[in-house]
């Protein structure tokens, strides 16, 4: 079992920077594919950002390309999404997945991850 807990959401102006963290527990991450999801009111959830914590691969969705940055300290067991370039429309619960299945391209299939954090918001206003 892995738990992973979220931390570094709060409110922000448009323009402005976030680092989202993510601690794993329970078992080391350096053979887990790893990703960002977030839901927005009255919204799916979506992904943002996946990670392969050992060959350091990773994906992006193309509305936070440029903008978003998703790493990884697998010393510390932990995964980071810096946040640049912040607008109204990133307001979302942010939150962090793990699994041990290679994914590839389905990397944004939330039902493929088997472990979950609790989430964390972010609030962009304007």
């Known amino acids: 079992q892995v738990q992973l807990v979220e931390s570094g959401g709060g409110s922000v102006q448009a323009g402005g920077s976030l680092r989202l963290s993510c601690a794993a527990s329970?078992?080391?991450?350096?053979?887990?594919?790893m990703g960002w999801f977030r839901q927005a009111p009255g919204k799916d959830r979506e992904g943002v950002a996946h990670?392969?914590?050992?060959?350091?691969?990773?994906r992006y969705a193309d509305s936070v390309k440029g903008r978003f940055t998703i790493s990884q300290d697998g010393a510390n067991n932990t995964m980071y999404l810096q946040m640049h370039s912040l607008r109204r429309e990133d307001t979302a619960v942010y939150y962090c997945?793990?699994?041990?299945?290679?994914?590839?391209?389905?990397?944004?299939?939330?039902?493929?991850?088997?472990?979950w954090g609790q989430g964390t918001q972010v609030t962009v206003s304007s």
């Open positions: 997945a793990a699994t041990n299945t290679y994914l590839g391209l389905m990397w944004d299939e939330e039902r493929l991850y088997d472990y």
């Open positions: 329970g078992h080391t991450i350096t053979n887990y594919y």
């Open positions: 990670i392969h914590i050992r060959d350091g691969i990773t």
